[in-house]
């Protein structure tokens, strides 16, 4: 397939089903990494990110291509550049950039168990009705609402999140979790089988083997009671 480099200005660029970014070594260097990840907290859950190997044209980068059209995007080394090839100068695009940052701080605070704060920035984060993940926000509300004990809260969001990305595993986890919550078997079991149907890997995911370990023995203490 022909690629062709384009500067930013990626009004014309079309809407892309998956965008690759290169890390090798030299777009690396020049922060890759970094792109990565901004471009995977901004992305709306039609457009997959991915990690790349090389795409030529080194020392342009951090290089990307759009895919299936096989353009590819050099220099995209900062936020405002992530944020032009995502969204093409969209008037609200930078809300996602925001959101993001807000999502970032409560993990932070989800870390360092202070939920209830962690939960008000992800609060935050939702009333910018971001234009790219907003998804999962609403699944990492979810996750924060359950530490809390907020169960109906939790199962609510991870619904939303399912809503904007129907194909979303982690959102399907977090259900799980929620019906679990809730002790109900049956729905929990079919979350749980729904996320493994969208990402079988994750079978061998310790957290995962974790999740049907403690649904297989509250079934068993029901069994006996």
Known sequence: MDTLLVSCHVASAPSPKEIRVCTNRACRKQGSFQTLETLSGIAPPNVAVKSSGCLGKCGAGPNLVF????????HCGTAARCLEVMFCGR??????????????????????????????????AIHFKPFGGLHVTFKCRSLVRLELGNYSGALQDANES????????????????????????????????????????????????????????????????
Do not use: M, W
């Open 91 to 124: 008037d609200n695009s930078k809300t996602s950039l925001d959101a993001l940052a807000l999502r970032k701080r409560a993990d932070v605070e989800f870390d360092s168990k202070n939920f209830a704060e962690a939960e008000l920035l992800l609060s935050q």
């Open 162 to 225: 399912l809503l904007l990305a129907p194909n979303y595993s982690e959102a399907y986890i977090c259900q799980g979790d929620a019906f679990l919550a809730f002790n109900n078997f049956d729905l929990a079991e079919h979350s749980y089988l729904s996320a493994l149907h969208i990402d079988p890997s994750i079978r061998r995911s310790k957290s995962f083997k974790a999740r049907i370990t403690k649904l297989q023995e509250k079934l068993a203490r029901l069994n006996t009671s």
């Open 67 to 74: 895919l299936p059209d096989g353009i590819i995007v050099g």
